[in-house]
């Protein structure tokens, strides 16, 4: 059985840095993808960034526009861990955060929608105060 299991949110003010990390468990994920997303009250949940991997290539990075060259996610392949460096933090940014894994290589356009994802986990939650 697999699990996903998310660490790492709390309460940060305006500017500062937290890291979320994922750690999937219960199958090894050799061309997969695993990435995060985030559902603030009241909205529906939104693709934060993920990493794409395979055995014949490189990892590949997306983020969304609203995080790009803040947010950096990364992968332990030994511990089959993905981590989310988040800096400048906003308000804005406040919501749960899911991590999701994805059991089969895809395009990379096909992983920005929730429906891409196999596994889930619970979520952590993430505040920032201004």
């Known amino acids: 059985q697999v699990q996903v299991v998310e660490s790492g949110g709390g309460l940060v003010q305006a500017g500062g840095s937290l890291r979320l990390s994922c750690a999937a468990s219960g199958r090894t994920f050799s061309n997969a993808a695993m990435g995060w997303f985030r559902q603030a009250p009241g909205q529906g949940r939104e693709f934060v960034a993920t990493?794409?991997?395979?055995?014949?290539?490189?990892?590949?990075?997306y983020y969304a526009d609203s995080v790009k060259g803040r947010f950096t996610i990364s992968r332990d392949n030994a511990k089959n861990t993905v981590y989310l460096q988040m800096s400048s933090l906003k308000p804005e940014d406040t919501a749960v955060y899911y991590c999701?894994?994805?059991?089969?290589?895809?395009?990379?356009?096909?992983?920005?929608?929730?429906?891409?994802?196999?596994?889930w986990g619970q979520g952590t939650q993430v505040t920032v105060s201004s």
């Open positions: 990493i794409r991997w395979s055995a014949w290539s490189d990892s590949n990075t």
């Open positions: 999701a894994a994805r059991s089969k290589y895809s395009s990379g356009s096909a992983l920005y929608t929730p429906s891409a994802y196999d596994y």
